[in-house]
């Protein structure tokens, strides 16, 4: 668990050692809807773009302050040079806001090579599928041109045969915190989540092996708190999930696109690769905006809240976000009708502490009245 | 840059002939929107803003574009519109899209006037295709979310994506005929969306004129003129009345007509307009700074299509192009293919291609400057905002950025705007006074 925290604290000079080590080429990722199989199959490493949660002053000339915390964070870190090492960067067709951080950043930060990941919104509609297949053939016929190297069927399938084994370590990890106290705190399953949008997956593979062993090995340490399930808007901060733990919650469960949503299903194997990598696209546990149409994601979350026995959950807004804004009262009413209690609060680049403790130990207080009551 | 460039005479001015007629349309509109009920219409919300023809086959519906009412009841009543905000902040939602935000504020309030039947929400950005869930947990009424996909570069949109949009769009009739019980007069939709597309390029067209110094028509004012293309595009009457526009605003060009007679320095206003204030607009009017172009009248309601070098041109109608609708799928792919490959919409939306648009732009429109509004109340058309702002700066153009409100008139503090705006046109070096 310690090498998983160093990696994480010190993710870039993990990538640059990689190029070091392999001479291979990084690439950056904005969205978890990017098929990273793709660029691992071409041999290079993917890498998400996640928040440095530290204040900045130079993407505000770049994004106006009324778009999320978030995407103006991410161009702060690439005008600042912290990804100077990447060769290229992609973006999954998402939101309006990181859709501008990804533009500014081809247009001032890379000098690469820059793609966008044309992807539909609505899921629901049957063509999405063939459209989507579609998109995956487009983006490998791009890698395959900028890097002169043809990916072949072996190639797909042994990355897929990786990460579907990334995925499923990850979610044996999850399933060990089903268990009160869980084996390991909501920190700890952050790190472990987020390690592999760092790491080589083969590489990473034989690290969560052994910090699933460790897990289950070492004496337990985590105290029989408040179980807490947070679904979120992207949130990759530490400080946040570090802070609301030291309150007397743990947190058991995620729904967030840097944790379950993540890995949660895999690719089929069999059949044509591609239309395998675009049926998991398309199937996975959706975000707030991928899930247009008919609702399918608040199922999902209520069976993880469940199944994780979570007593309360935290939903995370990223200031500004209208995808995750839409759905926060019919996701409030759905929780409530399970008497699953909920709070809501704004992420921003850095945790204010001061209200999150205010707030958080309220709705902690409110649900330790509930369990003595009840 | 042109800044200055002109004189102290003043142009010869007159008023617009079929301004008449487009304020019969708005009024017409209204009256049929709010007798619909009445008159045994079933009321279809959508903010599909180039789909509306879709539903020209279905003779009982009334079709409500919510965008235009806000534009409406934002600028004649703003306590209402703070009163139907209210609506939905009281039920846990803040900050989303205002312009949506209204018209489900009025449905929930016990005095709005119009309560929709059906909704069809036009995924163009997040904020419009994820409201239909909200109609559904709301009020129950059946919606329908029709995705136009998008890509900053038009050249990668193919058959593939036609075919996606296609599909949806014969989905969305079978919908309509599911849900109102209404069978589709393909007939009536093979002229709705000819008419649509038709409306469209004129509209493009009347605005292309604006490229003549000086304006013929100022942006205000522009705005009126094409909205009949908004809501009633689909319509033989809007047609005649668009070709009837274009052809008084040509007869101004050849005439040197302006719509501002003191025309010193012409701006593009970038996003939407402050609605609940557009006296703010006016401002420059004493200066001889005018408002002629700009996002929310390029974007829509107008067929501009873009060309290698990032140029707007006004399309071609689909008998200009030789085509004829006789089915429903060549209606379908009709609207699909002017959704995908005619309007600017997808590139609008991204960073880069809309940097080099509005520099062509304000090139091919002789515009000095521009202003932007950082408008709390809508999150797709500021986008890209400070960055367009950066290139034209470096371009050399004069430019301001003011935050206010395109809706919610609690967001627009006046003195603090006028002030910008005033400061503005001194720093262009312009005086009050003709």
Not at chain 2, 98 to 111: D, F, R, T
Not at chain 2, 356 to 373: C, E, P, R, S, Y
């Amino acid at each position: 668990m310690e090498k998983v925290h160093d990696i994480v604290e010190n993710r870039h000079q993990y990538a640059i050692d990689w190029k070091k080590k392999t001479g291979g080429k990084v690439v950056g990722c904005f969205c978890s809807y990017v098929p990273e199989e793709l660029i691992w199959a071409a041999g290079m490493l993917p890498v998400r773009i996640l928040g440095s949660h530290e204040t900045q002053d130079v993407a505000d000339s770049h994004i106006a302050g009324i778009f999320c915390p978030h995407c103006r964070d991410t161009l702060a870190q690439g005008l600042q040079g912290r990804y100077d090492y990447l060769e290229g960067i992609v973006n999954a067709h998402t939101c309006i806001h990181m859709n501008q951080a990804f533009n500014a950043w081809g247009d001032h930060v890379t000098k690469g090579y820059s793609y966008f990941f044309i992807i539909p919104s609505n899921f629901q509609i049957p063509y999405s599928l063939s459209e989507l297949t579609h998109e995956m053939g487009e983006f490998k016929r791009s890698l395959e041109e900028w890097t002169g190297k043809s990916i072949s069927q072996e190639d797909l399938d042994k990355a897929i045969e990786v990460f579907n084994t990334n995925r499923g370590l990850l979610r044996e990890i999850y399933d060990l915190r089903k268990s009160d106290p869980p084996l390991l705190s909501g920190l700890e399953a952050m790190e472990l989540t987020l390690v592999n949008m760092i790491m080589d997956r083969e590489e990473c593979n034989a690290l969560l092996a052994d910090a699933l062993k460790e897990i289950k090995e070492r004496p337990s340490t985590i105290p029989s708190n408040i179980r807490l399930m947070i679904v979120g808007s992207e949130n990759d901060d530490r400080e946040y999930v570090r802070y609301i733990e030291t309150l007397g919650a743990t947190i058991v469960i995620d729904d967030q696109c840097t944790g379950s949503r993540h890995f949660w299903n895999d690719v089929t194997p069999g059949g044509d690769p591609l239309m395998a990598l675009a049926e998991r696209y398309r199937n996975r546990p959706r975000c707030p905006l991928k899930d247009g149409g008919k609702r399918t994601r608040f199922e999902h979350m209520l069976k993880l809240a469940k199944e994780w026995d979570a007593a309360g959950v935290i939903i995370g807004q990223q200031k500004f976000c209208d995808p995750m804004g839409y759905e926060i009262p019919a996701m409030q009413t759905m929780f409530k009708k399970n008497d699953i209690p909920s709070m809501v609060l704004e992420l921003d680049v850095t945790v204010a502490h001061g209200l999150v403790r205010t707030r958080v130990q309220a709705f902690l207080e409110m649900l330790d009245l509930e369990a003595a009551l009840f | 840059m042109n800044v200055l460039k002109k004189t102290d005479e003043l142009y010869p001015t007159r008023k617009v002939e079929v301004f008449k007629k487009a304020k019969e349309f708005r009024t017409d509109y209204l009256n049929s929107l709010l007798t619909a009920h009445e008159r045994g219409k079933k009321i279809l919300l959508t903010n599909c803003e180039t789909l509306w023809s879709l539903w020209s086959g279905f003779h009982n519906l009334q079709i409500y574009w919510p965008a235009g009412h806000v534009q409406d009841i934002s600028a004649t009543k703003p306590e209402r519109t703070i009163e139907y905000l209210d609506e939905l902040e009281k039920r846990g939602f803040r900050a989303i899209c205002a312009w949506l935000m209204v018209p489900i504020g009025e449905m929930l309030h016990p005095e709005g006037e119009i309560k929709p039947d059906f909704a069809a929400t036009h995924h163009v950005c997040e904020p419009m295709g994820k409201a239909s869930q909200v109609f559904d947990d709301l009020f129950g009424i059946p919606t329908r979310v029709i995705e136009t996909p998008q890509s900053p570069d038009p050249k990668r949109l193919g058959d593939v994506h036609l075919k996606f949009l296609v599909d949806q769009l014969h989905e969305a009739i079978e919908w309509m005929e599911k849900v109102s019980g209404e069978k589709c007069d393909d007939e009536a939709l093979c002229e709705g969306i000819r008419n649509e597309i038709e409306t469209e390029v004129l509209a493009a067209r009347v605005l292309e004129f604006n490229k003549a110094v000086p304006a013929p028509l100022d942006l205000r004012l522009a705005a009126v003129l094409t909205w009949p293309a908004w809501v009633e595009a689909r319509r033989n009457r809007t047609v005649a009345y668009f070709r009837e526009l274009y052809d008084e605003v040509k007869q101004r060009v050849a005439e040197g007509i302006a719509a501002v007679p003191n025309e010193k320095v012409r701006l593009f206003h970038e996003a939407a307009p402050p609605f609940p204030n557009m006296k703010l607009l006016n401002l420059g009017y004493p200066y001889g700074a005018v408002f002629m172009g700009g996002s929310v009248i390029f974007i829509y309601p107008c067929a501009f299509k873009v060309t290698e070098d990032y140029s707007l041109v006004s399309g071609q109608t689909l008998e200009e192009r030789g085509i004829t609708l006789r089915t429903r799928d060549d209606a379908l792919r009709a609207i699909a293919d002017q959704n995908i490959n005619n309007l600017p919409v997808g590139p609008w939306m991204s960073v880069t291609p809309r940097k080099a648009m509005t520099l062509k732009a304000m090139k091919d429109w002789h515009a000095d400057g521009a202003v932007f509004h950082l408008d709390h109340g809508c999150q797709g058309m500021p986008a890209a905002g400070r960055e367009v702002q950066l290139a034209l700066k470096e371009a050399g153009y004069p430019t301001l950025m003011y935050e206010g409100n395109s809706v919610d008139p609690r967001g627009i503090v006046e003195s603090q705007i006028a002030d910008a705006f005033e400061s503005f046109y001194a720093a262009l070096g312009l005086k009050k006074g003709y």
